[in-house]
């Protein structure tokens, strides 16, 4: 079973969802995922998973959404665990390499995969990046195209300039 809890943001209800249990760790240890509801590639089982808003790292995920809404860089680090394949996983360990308030190109990505000794492409990389299954947190928005522009984001172009924007002026 999956826990979930829906969360109240300034850009819209979000859905966070955590492991039941993955290797031996109690419920609730990892984050597994965090969307904007209705986003592209929202689970489409959503609906049938727990509602646990108290769970402990549901707790700080509100926390940590809190102070990074305010303007702030969030100081606590959450424990994250996204399910992918190995190259979605390697391109989403870079994204969170990120700092707060920079943006890296599809194609800086691809370049760092290829130098990790990986086969890539950018349309390979954006599918990835599409498909980063915690949103915000691992910061697939502050990935633009080779000419700075504001290309696709799952929870819509929008959101991404708003998330860019919050973080440009802290």
Partial sequence: MIHTTVIDTPLGLVQAAANDSIEGEK???????LWFIGQKYF???????????????FVSLNEWLK???????????LPLKPQGTPFQLEVWKI??????????????????????????????????????PISIIIPCHRVLGADGSLTGYAGGTEKKLALLELEKGS
């Fill in 67 to 77: 102070e990074y809404f305010s303007g702030k860089k969030p100081a606590a680090k």
């Fill in 43 to 57: 689970p489409a089982n959503a609906k049938k998973w727990l509602e646990s808003p108290y769970l402990p790292v």
């Fill in 27 to 33: 419920p609730g240890a990892y984050l597994t995922g």
């Fill in 95 to 132: 994204l969170l390499k990120i700092p707060y308030g920079r943006t890296i190109t599809y194609g800086e990505i691809t370049a760092k995969i290829k130098s990790a000794g990986m086969k890539a492409s950018a349309q390979a990389v954006g599918g990835a990046v599409g498909h980063n």
